[in-house]
């Protein structure tokens, strides 16, 4: 059993950062490619980032790219997400998750442990 724990979200307004953080349990973190997703209301869960098990590969939605940066610390078994220039329509519960497949990262049915999210709300 794999227990992920997000922190770091809250409310900020528009032109803000934050910073997550994903803790997870167990003594395999650094074999499994990691990712970030996001639910708005009344909206389907959408990819936002992933990261292979090394941190070596790196992908993004268009929509966040070039102001989310994920990242990993392997030895703290911790997942990152810093946001930066966070606008309205980045407001959303954010979770991480675990891919047990490694490959097509940006389907979040490849994932099999996921967080309880995280809420980020982004005020205009």
């Known amino acids: 059993q794999v227990l992920l724990v997000e922190s770091g979200g809250g409310l900020v307004q528009a032109g803000g950062s934050l910073r997550l953080s994903c803790a997870a349990s167990g003594r395999t973190f650094s074999t499994y490619p990691m990712g970030w997703f996001r639910q708005a209301p009344g909206k389907e869960r959408e990819f936002v980032a992933a990261?292979?098990?090394?941190?070596?590969?790196?992908y993004y939605a268009d929509s966040v790219k070039g102001r989310f940066t994920i990242s990993r610390d392997n030895a703290k078994n911790t997942l990152y997400l810093q946001m930066a220039n966070l606008k309205p329509e980045d407001t959303a519960l954010y979770y991480c998750a675990r891919s047990a497949i490694g490959r097509a990262l940006r389907f979040s049915q490849n994932y099999d442990y996921w967080g309880q999210g995280t809420q980020v709300t982004v005020s205009s």
């Open positions: 990261i292979s098990g090394s941190g070596g590969s790196i």
